[in-house]
């Protein structure tokens, strides 16, 4: 993710026109969304919420479909269902829902299994051959009898040609829609994710659905899937938290011809390192997108825990917020992760650069009154609008570069700072 | 920490009187405190900084002392010179500064060192006798010049007596002076400590001192200091970090009998647990204090970094801020911990309570309704005063206890929400 400068835009329509663009789907899939009510039980107020239902099928069911959880101890039932459907023959598709997440309730492996049945029937498949898949309130119940209803109505309205609906229909707290894709071979990659307001997984789950044309061995999706996913989606972060059902899936219908894994797994990852800082960058919250840059580390998962642990660090995040360069907040991050997980670290060889702008280097801080000044204006020069616009208007971030040492490890890491809207959004997520 | 109900006042004046009738020094100690001024070098705005010294002496030199320091990998100048001042025959006192943390700059060393020959000059005494201590910017050079002109004036205002001016000495952005004590045989601790405006360690250094006049062996006041810090400081926490100078001294004057070392470490403990508790609660963002009890975990340690998952997850914290009962995230943040530390975890065996009220039970969550209105109002009655009041007016805890299986680890942390308060503070901590 070195490079991920992404397009900004100057209004919906523009990006939205953009998204029709890139959104053209694989062949051999359809997709559906529509909307419902339902009363949630454990709601104290009695008004009905909305849900949206989608809908990702392939027109006959494959073989070649890998899919990456995550690893929180107490996941959603989608997530049970999803490991156990890993050694199915095959699938064809994944039924999505917002609003309740179907994590630890009594009858929630029971609810998304009754969910698949009728889906099943209603489109001449095995239930088998279903993902489940729910953000939302960890706790409810899902209201299974309502979804249940509406199936019907969903599987009538699957339709080939874009996937920009499927984008829109798994957002949340999102504030636009989130595709991305990729020309391999005689076919495609399409993509598309939701965040969250936060852009935090473990908020209100980070959901992404890839689907491809291009044919390939079931063995081979999934290493490339695993490894895609290492550097993009598990580069995020706004707290290190994960959430009960963070979930990517990918799915091919094999209907073009085989590509060089190299060639396919180049423009997967491109695809998700752009649809991951996508997610990062439309957050209601965030201030300033931050980048940083670990090199030097003894390998990659030592350099991305440094990076997520500067990225992490609310004291950083908050100083980012106020366009403050209280550069100490970096080091002592890092300082701190190597200190409670002894790890070696050599101060003598620790540079540390904010904007390009070396800070710290041979042991000891490199700050001067005009240094503050100008770190100061780079920090303002990369602030977000506040408003949460309905397009990604601005692609700037704050580099934070970390060089550890003489060693080959390097990662680069996607955060956001912290900010009131964080607060407020999270304070107040259910009302 | 299981029963840390502290006591609650009606005013300032009310506060500070306790805080007289506690703060009688052991016998053998001194302290002063005085202000100065000075002109960061880095400081874009050309204006002075205020900045408080303070003096803690023993009368005689004691051999019977122990610290214990951040495990940041990154830290200060003095917990440098404090970590190989653990190897001295004897010492006579701190020299406390705030305003410069004096953490890796250049000159970090040699200027606390040069403070301490200044200041073993003015008492007769040898600078391998002195710790220093300080609290402030990260990355700053202490102005030890301005510093040393000062020191006469601070040696000459040593006074024993009352330790509550120390403990107004160290403050920074905590609220009200933080001191308890313990009479203990014939003699008694005397504890000191500040925290922050946001009372985590990382942000502004967690400091504390503690003076005694029992006799005792070297070895043995290391011994309790070791375990009592674990049970006490080491268990509250805001974000898990720690900061670059996180410092607790402990000395004695030895000039009273020895006492049971059972009957001294309780006394230690109840000092510095409350001490640990006075911290957490006056912290300016602070909406509720959280009080989390971890029961079956494997052992102590295990059950303490459970609780810690709990209490630095800005999804709970958030969540309690806005009187959120969204308890979904509290079972998330325990799974989320055991999955990145491949820890067993049966959720079956799990039980969640919020004010002894069960959540979670049996695999499943336990909501409804009623239920849901009751755990609002319970967080609503937990909130403290926003105001950052000058004494303590509230001593309520949001509980959360948490039940992992029938092992025998169990832990008591304390922390507090994430409000809008603690983004303003650290947004804005240098201005």
Same mark, same amino acid.
């Given at each position: 993710?070195?490079?991920?400068?992404?397009?900004?835009?100057?209004?919906?329509?523009?990006? !939205?026109?953009? *998204?029709?663009?890139?959104?053209?789907?694989?062949?051999?899939?359809?997709?559906?969304?529509?909307?419902?009510?339902?009363?949630?039980?454990?709601?104290?107020?009695?008004?009905?919420?909305?849900?949206? !239902?989608?809908? !990702?099928?392939?027109?006959?069911?494959?073989?070649?479909?890998?899919?990456?959880?995550?690893?929180?101890?107490?996941?959603?039932?989608?997530?049970?269902?999803? =490991?156990?459907?890993?050694?199915?023959?095959? #699938?064809?598709?994944?039924?999505?829902?917002?609003?309740?997440?179907? #994590?630890?309730?009594?009858?929630?492996?029971?609810?998304?299994?009754?969910?698949?049945?009728?889906?099943?029937?209603?489109?001449?498949?095995?239930?088998?051959?279903?993902?489940?898949?729910?953000?939302?309130?960890?706790?409810?119940?899902?209201?299974?009898?309502?979804?249940?209803?509406?199936?019907?109505?969903?599987?009538?309205? *699957?339709?080939?040609?874009?996937?920009?609906?499927?984008?829109?229909?798994?957002?949340?707290?999102?504030?636009?829609? =989130?595709?991305?894709?990729?020309?391999?071979?005689?076919?495609?990659?399409?993509?598309?994710?939701?965040?969250?307001?936060?852009?935090?997984?473990?908020?209100?789950?980070?959901?992404?659905?890839?689907?491809?044309?291009?044919?390939?061995?079931?063995?081979?999706?999934?290493?490339?899937?695993?490894?895609?996913? +290492?550097?993009?989606?598990? $580069?995020?972060?706004?707290?290190?938290?994960? $959430?009960?059902?963070?979930?990517?899936?990918?799915?091919?219908?094999?209907? =073009?011809?085989?590509?060089?894994?190299?060639?396919?797994?180049?423009?997967?990852?491109?695809?998700?390192?752009?649809?991951?800082?996508?997610?990062?960058?439309?957050?209601?919250?965030?201030?300033?997108?931050?980048?940083?840059?670990?090199?030097?580390?003894?390998?990659?998962?030592?350099?991305?825990?440094?990076?997520?642990?500067?990225?992490? $660090?609310?004291?950083?995040?908050?100083?980012?917020?106020?366009?403050?360069?209280?550069?100490?907040?970096? *080091?002592?991050?890092?300082?701190?992760?190597?200190?409670?997980?002894?790890?070696?670290?050599? =101060?003598?060889?620790?540079?540390?650069?904010?904007?390009?702008?070396?800070?710290?280097?041979?042991?000891?801080?490199?700050?001067?009154?005009?240094? +503050?000044?100008?770190?100061?204006?780079?920090?303002?020069?990369?602030?977000?609008?506040?408003?949460?616009?309905?397009?990604?208007?601005?692609?700037?971030?704050?580099?934070?570069?970390?060089?550890?040492?003489?060693?080959?490890?390097?990662?680069?890491?996607?955060?956001?700072?912290?900010?009131?809207?964080?607060?407020?959004?999270?304070?107040?997520?259910?009302?």
């Amino acid at each position: 993710m070195e490079n991920n400068k992404l397009e900004i835009y100057n209004s919906k329509e523009e990006y !939205l026109s953009d *998204l029709e663009k890139r959104g053209k789907l694989p062949e051999g899939f359809k997709t559906s969304v529509i909307s419902m009510e339902f009363f949630p039980a454990e709601r104290p107020v009695k008004k009905p919420l909305p849900m949206r !239902l989608s809908l !990702l099928m392939l027109d006959k069911p494959t073989s070649v479909f890998g899919a990456a959880f995550t690893r929180n101890k107490c996941p959603g039932a989608p997530v049970i269902i999803g =490991k156990a459907r890993l050694m199915s023959d095959k #699938v064809r598709g994944v039924i999505i829902n917002n609003k309740v997440s179907n #994590v630890c309730t009594e009858t929630g492996v029971e609810d998304s299994t009754m969910l698949l049945e009728h889906l099943a029937k209603e489109t001449g498949s095995s239930s088998q051959e279903f993902f489940p898949s729910s953000t939302g309130i960890i706790g409810w119940q899902l209201p299974v009898k309502d979804m249940v209803k509406n199936i019907p109505r969903l599987v009538g309205e *699957l339709a080939p040609g874009t996937g920009v609906n499927l984008a829109k229909g798994i957002m949340t707290t999102d504030s636009y829609p =989130k595709l991305r894709s990729a020309d391999v071979g005689d076919g495609r990659i399409v993509a598309v994710a939701k965040g969250a307001g936060m852009i935090e997984p473990n908020m209100a789950t980070m959901l992404s659905f890839i689907m491809t044309d291009i044919s390939m061995e079931r063995d081979t999706i999934r290493d490339i899937l695993k490894r895609v996913v +290492e550097k993009t989606y598990n $580069s995020i972060s706004v707290d290190g938290d994960q $959430s009960t059902s963070d979930t990517v899936i990918i799915m091919s219908s094999c209907t =073009k011809k085989k590509v060089p894994e190299k060639e396919f797994e180049e423009a997967l990852f491109k695809v998700c390192s752009d649809l991951s800082v996508d997610i990062v960058r439309n957050s209601e919250g965030c201030g300033h997108v931050v980048k940083v840059s670990v090199k030097g580390a003894s390998d990659y998962v030592a350099a991305r825990n440094f990076g997520k642990a500067v990225l992490n $660090s609310p004291l950083v995040k908050t100083a980012i917020f106020g366009n403050d360069p209280n550069v100490g907040r970096i *080091l002592s991050s890092i300082g701190d992760y190597a200190g409670n997980n002894n790890l070696a670290l050599n =101060k003598e060889k620790i540079s540390l650069f904010i904007g390009g702008e070396v800070i710290f280097e041979k042991g000891a801080f490199r700050l001067d009154q005009e240094k +503050e000044l100008r770190l100061v204006d780079y920090l303002k020069s990369r602030v977000l609008d506040s408003d949460h616009k309905e397009f990604p208007s601005h692609n700037n971030t704050v580099d934070i570069d970390v060089i550890l040492g003489s060693a080959s490890g390097s990662a680069t890491v996607f955060g956001c700072d912290l900010s009131n809207g964080y607060v407020r959004e999270n304070s107040d997520y259910r009302s």
